[in-house]
């Protein structure tokens, strides 16, 4: 089966029920195969993932300088916009996750992480987190444990501790094979996968 979701779907995520996807809508697509859908107001969606606590999706906004969309199950859309970076440059959030309590974005821009709280919209950049030019994290994964992110300019996959919602003790890890450029990063529940775009292939660890 296929579904109209509108035009341009770049990402999709389940809520436990239903599917959604975002392009310029964010669509909802029940088990019976019913779809909805509601506009995105001007922007450039790049992830979207669910909340349990708050039961709400959250949208990565890649446009100008970046933010984040909440959507209620019924449709609701609330804006969160992200200040400019130290060097006033565009934080630029490309992927997101959610740890059960916090949504956490890496943010291409700022080379850096993104903590939204869910239940007030309030946001949190911790700036150059995955790397010292601040520019380049991309895919982000939560294992229960550490949050892992991917940093393409480098080269490097970041494992970061959470202590009470604040990043702290990173471990770089470097991927040897050349440019290869890792924008996806996975759990399967033991080891972590990072997609590599330039060399055509994928990285273990664990």
Known sequence: ?????????????????????????VAKITPAGSVTTWAMPAS??????YHSGTKTMWIADICNNGGFYKVTSGGTITCYSMTATIDGGARAPYSIISDGTYIWSANFGDGGLARI????????????????????????????????VGNECIDRIIKICV????????ISYHIPTGDCRPIVVVFDGVRIYAGNNTSKSISVIG
Not at 1 to 23: C, E, H, K, Q, R
Not at 44 to 49: F, H, L, T, W
Not at 119 to 125: A, K, L, Q
């Open 44 to 49: 450039i969606p790049q992830a979207i993932v």
């Open 163 to 170: 202590n009470g919602g604040v990043p702290c003790n990173l």
């Open 117 to 148: 709280t869910p239940s007030t919209g309030s946001i949190t950049c911790y700036e150059k987190i995955t790397s010292n030019t601040g520019i380049g994290s991309s895919g982000i994964v939560y294992t229960g444990t550490y949050l892992w």
């Open 1 to 25: 089966s296929s579904y109209n979701v509108g035009t341009l779907p770049i990402a999709i995520a389940f809520d436990g029920t239903n599917m959604w996807s975002v392009g310029t809508c």
